[in-house]
Structures are given as C-alpha cells and as structure tokens.
C-alpha cells in the first residue's frame, strides 16, 4: 500500500506560481512512476505530468509544457509540480498518484487539491 498526501494549493492570480507537494508513505519502494493529473469542473481528468523512478525524461501534458516542472527529493519521499505563469485555464483539483505494477497503471491515489487561478 502507498499513502499520498497532497499539499500547497490554494488561489493565485494569472501569472502567478504555486509548487505541489505529494507526500508519498507506505511501500514507496514498489513505485515505478509518479504523476500529477487535474480535473477541472465539468472536464475529464487528464495527465499533467509524469516520471519514471529514475526521473529521466519526464512527459508533460502540452498545455503545461514549459511551464510545469515535476521534480522529486527521495530523501523526503515526496514529489513536487512547480506550476509558473499559471492561466485561468489550470484551474482544477490537482491528483497526485503513483502506479506500482506498469507505467499506466495509476492504483494509488491522493485526495487531490484544488488550485483556483484567477484573471
């Protein structure tokens, strides 16, 4: 089993940066990739960004691209989204989760966290 908690959203203004926290506790060592997903109001959840266990080569939504950066410190267990020059656009409650047994297969999930971007 793997916990994740989610932390540091909140309200910003167009422009603006906000970094997510994911927390991850449990059995972090069967992770083999990490990711953030958003759903907004009305919309289907959709991946923001994602990265395997080594880190390399991180995929990001092409919305985001740019803009987005996805990062880790193991020491801490935890995984973070820098989100910079944010758009009314990104507005949605933010999913950390993380998959153990194949890349897509997302079976762990955080309670999510809204991040509210204003014009």
């Known amino acids: 089993q793997v916990q994740l908690v989610e932390s540091g959203g909140g309200l910003v203004q167009a422009g603006g940066s906000l970094r997510l926290a994911c927390a991850a506790s449990?059995?972090?060592?069967?992770?083999?990739?990490t990711a953030w997903f958003r759903q907004a109001l009305g919309k289907e959840r959709e991946l923001v960004a994602a990265f395997s266990r080594s880190g390399i080569s991180p995929t990001y939504a092409n919305s985001v691209k740019g803009r987005f950066t996805i990062s880790r410190d193991n020491a801490k267990n935890t995984v973070y989204l820098q989100m910079n020059s944010l758009k009314p656009e990104d507005t949605a409650v933010y999913y950390c989760?993380?998959?153990?047994?194949?890349?897509?297969?997302?079976?762990?999930w955080g309670k999510g966290i809204q991040v509210t971007v204003s014009s």
């Open positions: 449990g059995s972090t060592f069967s992770v083999v990739r």
């Open positions: 989760a993380a998959a153990t047994r194949s890349w897509t297969d997302f079976a762990y």
